[in-house]
């Protein structure tokens, strides 16, 4: 068969070279017509695998506390790679490994949840960028996704899509996971290719609970199978993309009493302590210098015994979280092995995606949605949540979605400076990664430092494959990739560096590096602060981006970026902040801060649907879609019908006791609960029992101002009597939760109301005929904006945080 | 009730902590302190403290409430002794105070809670029950404490997790008085974060 022309996608048949006269007689078929596109010959199966919000100083295998067997398998039969960079946030991270080019230029300038007017901000990937997966699949790979997925615009992620930005639009055959950011690893809200299926019915078993990493193994083993039950020979593509090590860090206590008393010692020393291993493996250079703890991360000297203890359980169950993951990878990896594949399998794993995360503040928090939500809690307001939840000890229980001090972060990205978000530092671009493939690498158990970065994962996986990058893509002309790749390292521990300059920006913090030189300019906002005070250097007119401080180091000579050398480099300086004003507009970065523009005046225009409609099958209403109730007064409206003998159960529930609303009948009452953040929860009640029949229920909440967090007052109405209230002195201003979904006639996954928790998802034992909610306009067109405005604060702020 | 921890008995609480004594309300001043607490546990524990400290008590209440509105009293042997002067109290005030995180210029919040409880001289567990129900906020806690004004510097030490926390004095007949001092430092707690 002759080699297709692998330019242009999908692949051409070769035409029919067989003889079709009028009858069967003479005719001869060209069986090539039915065969589907194969790859080039010996083309191997490619496992990638991406852990999240994870830092460099935290897998063993790069001198972390953090037990890594399997990770470190793979190095030693593999490479490590200690100079590998990422984008210092989650979604543009993922966009440029899965396209090859600059995330910008691809339009996840942020995260998935934001979607702004600006091309490099519209979280959605232009036709002329085809996706990695879809140029394998097309190719003749077979290809799977499995766990966070984090490149669907929010306003996307319902049946109606569009379907083309959900991973089979981006040419995955197959789906497992979530399509968010974030998600519980207990009771996700699952997405299986083009539905979102909700959370699993095993969710909460007393015996056998699931949990999302063990199922990510499970159905990446199952579709292996599958394939291998169907085709021997055909090469798969399978991403591993887990939810861990991102919050809420959800994990049993066998895995984080692992490390009991591991951390006691706080994160100033554990810093020392990893610096010390890294340069035992040589990971880290002898010459390096560990760089200094920065005032935003307190010394943990200075803490009391009390927040000590509380500190330690954060980072022993994030540690126990972090070891689960590599426990599942090692599963697939295993799985491969056993099918005898393990030798034409590129296994290429990073640890991050952007450093590890320090969106929980400095106290760490019992509900990650805190931060997101503006909810600013002391560190004595922390424990008592926590223990209100049910103490240290269901830290990484489904009853909590907690998320560790930032200082741990900081900790775990060691040695370098600050993490997540930091787009100047190292300590949120660069993460470890490993490669292991026994038929392509020459030295196992090599160490490589070479300068690379995320967009060269795709480059190098089609030179390996040796699938050209196409063209044309469904006739679009193609963006050539932006990464290079670095194919040769594999057998070449001196191979040429071929990733010489490469820009970064996140939220403003931004780098240009060149030929050894990194010049940082970082915001002097702490990444955790979005106060009025924190923004107002920020706005329009009053920054100006090239007077932030410029730090320049060379990393040839300075591994952690310990010397700051601008002074020295002026000219250096001057050169590289002119290089990213070139790289920034070619890549679409423009303008710097696009992220922040709703804190700054620029929203979309107003959405003026007042009424949504929800029939009584509805379920699993993604986190992002669910009606704009925040900041405002609206109502909740059903018509029923109730048996009789009368009906109970969920009429209309958002998320759960973290955060959500629920409007149930319980002991033949209507009542209403909502949960602001899990900090307060108001639950009020009818004083009469609710009639048989056709049945009209409502509950009004009048809020009392436009303003986040507004308090209101709340009534409950049968058949249009009044029939109880209450008031609520704050509502939720931004998003209840970042995972889980409203449903109608049930509360799916965690509850809302506790008091129903062991009847879950408490169906309603009548009929829902449908559920409406009444946006209640404001009484003015500035109000009305203003609540608008602060919809989209919440956006980017979740954007932050995801 | 009383309000010792499981493997704890009042034998072991210092000397001074629970020492029962006739209640001179009616001739000299007595403070009332009201804390409030995101756990119950939180208030409990203040309320050790106060005993580990040896601060003389004239009573104390712990009360809280679950998430799934199970109310929980905890009274010290001393005011069930003393149940018929006026140290069945309940009331509470949570004053978290909620800073915006983001920029608006309405703010995110200001006072939460508001739920002024209303002093009873009802002292029996049931009916201080029945009034936290509607009183305390889901998962919440109040701890309150009645002591003599050489006790105040003591018990101010000991309460240490309190979120918000507030002291008034009453002075004369011991019902109304304590009353109105329990109204007056819920007053204030409201004002403080307002």
Known sequence: ?802 | MNLTTPGRTMLSLPAQGLRVLSLPFDHETTEVLIGSYLSTEAAHEDYRSALDAGVYLHGAIVVGKDLSGEVSVDLSDHMVKEAAQGLGTLGFLSGLLFLPLLPVATGVGATMGGVVGEVMHVLAGSKVKGQAASAIPLGCAALILAYPPDSADGVDAAVRRAISKVTAEAEGHHVQALRNALAEAQLELSTASA
């Open chain 1, 1 to 802: 068969m002759a080699e297709p022309d692998r330019t242009s996608l999908p692949l051409q048949p070769a035409p029919f070279t067989g003889t079709a006269n009028r009858t069967l007689q003479g005719s001869e078929p060209d069986w090539e017509l039915i065969h589907h596109p194969r790859p080039p010959e010996g083309a191997p199966n490619v496992l990638l695998v991406l852990i999240d919000d994870a830092g460099f100083g935290n897998p063993s295998t790069f001198g972390g506390p953090i037990q890594t067997p399997n990770y470190t398998q793979m190095a030693e039969a593999g490479l490590r790679y200690n100079r590998f960079h990422v984008t210092a946030l989650c979604s543009p991270t993922r966009a440029a490994l899965l396209t090859g080019r600059n995330n910008h230029a691809v339009g996840f300038g942020s995260v998935g949840e934001f979607s702004s007017g600006f091309p490099g901000y519209t979280a959605m990937v232009p036709p002329e960028c085809a996706p990695l997966p879809r140029i394998l699949r097309d190719n003749g790979y077979a290809t799977a996704a499995f766990g966070k997925w984090h490149l669907t615009p929010d306003g996307d992620q319902g049946p109606a899509g569009p379907l083309a930005r959900w991973p089979n639009g981006w040419g995955f055959d197959y789906f497992y996971g979530f399509l968010g950011g974030d998600s519980g690893q207990w009771d996700p809200l699952l997405a299986e290719n083009q539905k979102i299926i909700g959370t699993p019915a095993d969710y909460g078993d007393e015996d056998d609970p699931y949990y999302l990493p063990d199922a990510m193994a499970d159905k990446t083993i199952e579709w292996l199978h599958g394939v291998r039950a169907q085709e021997a020979d055909k090469p798969f593509f399978a991403y591993f993309s887990t939810g861990c090590s991102h919050a809420p860090h959800h994990v049993a206590s066998e895995w984080a009493d692992r490390y009991k008393g591991a951390f006691d010692g706080g994160w100033d020393r554990l810093r020392e302590q990893v610096f010390e291993r890294q340069k035992a493996l040589g990971v880290v250079p002898e010459e390096a210098e560990l760089t200094a703890r920065d005032d935003a991360f307190p010394a943990w000297d200075s803490l009391s015994p009390r927040l000590q203890a509380f500190y330690a359980r954060q980072m022993e169950v994030y540690a126990g979280y972090s070891e689960n993951a590599d426990h599942n990878v090692g599963r697939v990896i295993d799985a491969i092995e056993e099918l005898g594949e393990i030798d034409n399998t590129i296994v290429i794993w990073i640890w991050g995606d952007n450093g590890a995360s320090l969106e929980g503040t400095v106290t760490g928090s019992f509900n990650e949605m805190t931060m997101q939500n503006g909810v600013p809690l002391t560190d004595e307001m922390q424990l008592q949540l926590a223990e209100r939840y049910g103490g240290a000890e269901s830290w990484g229980m489904p009853i909590m979605d907690p998320h560790y001090s930032a200082a741990w972060a900081w900790a775990g990205n060691t040695p370098f400076k600050w993490g997540k978000q930091v787009g100047s530092h190292l300590g949120g671009t660069r993460n470890p990664m490993v490669i292991h493939w026994p038929e392509g690498i020459g030295d196992p158990g090599g160490l490589r430092s070479q300068f690379l970065h995320v967009t060269d994962v795709g480059p190098t996986i089609l030179d390996i494959t040796r699938i050209p990058a196409p063209s044309r893509v469904d006739g679009v002309p193609q963006e050539p990739l932006h990464g290079f790749t670095f194919a040769d390292t594999l057998t070449d521990q001196d191979a040429p560096e071929r990733h010489t300059q490469q820009y970064f920006e996140t939220i403003g913090n931004r780098a240009m590096y060149r030929d050894g030189w990194w010049l940082a300019m970082r915001t002097p906002r702490i990444p955790w602060v979005l106060t009025p005070e924190a923004l107002k250097p920020y706005a329009p007119g009053v920054w100006d981006p090239d007077a932030d401080p410029a730090e320049l180091y060379y990393l040839p000579d300075d591994f952690t970026q310990a010397h700051d050398l601008a002074a020295e480099h002026p000219e250096k300086v001057t050169e590289l902040k002119k290089l990213f004003w070139e790289e920034a507009e070619k890549y679409q970065v423009l303008p710097l801060l696009a992220t922040l523009s709703a804190f700054f005046g620029m929203t979309p225009p107003l959405d003026h649907r007042d009424r949504m409609e929800f029939r009584g099958d509805v379920q699993n209403v993604a986190p992002g879609m669910i009606p704009r109730i925040y900041n405002r007064s609206y109502a909740i409206s059903a018509d029923l019908v109730v048996p009789d003998g009368g009906a109970e159960g969920v009429i209309v529930a958002e998320a759960d006791h973290l955060g959500g609303f629920s409007l149930f009948v319980d002991a033949g009452r209507l009542t209403h609960t909502y949960s602001m953040m899990g900090v307060f929860v108001y639950r009020q009640m009818a004083d009469v029992p609710l009639p048989t029949g056709e049945v009209s229920v409502r509950m009004e909440f009048a809020a009392d101002a436009a303003k986040p967090a507004t308090g209101g007052d709340v009534t409950l109405f049968v058949n249009d009597e009044k029939v109880g209230g209450g008031r609520m002195d704050h509502s939720v201003p931004m998003r209840f939760s970042a995972y889980s979904g409203m449903d109608i006639g049930r509360d799916n996954g965690g509850v809302v109301d506790l008091s129903y928790a062991d009847r879950r998802p408490f169906a309603f034992t009548g009929t829902i005929r449908k559920v409406v909610f009444d946006l209640h306009p404001h009484a003015s067109d500035e109000d009305e904006q203003a609540v608008h405005t602060v919809a989209h604060h919440a956006n980017a702020a979740h954007g932050l945080s995801a």
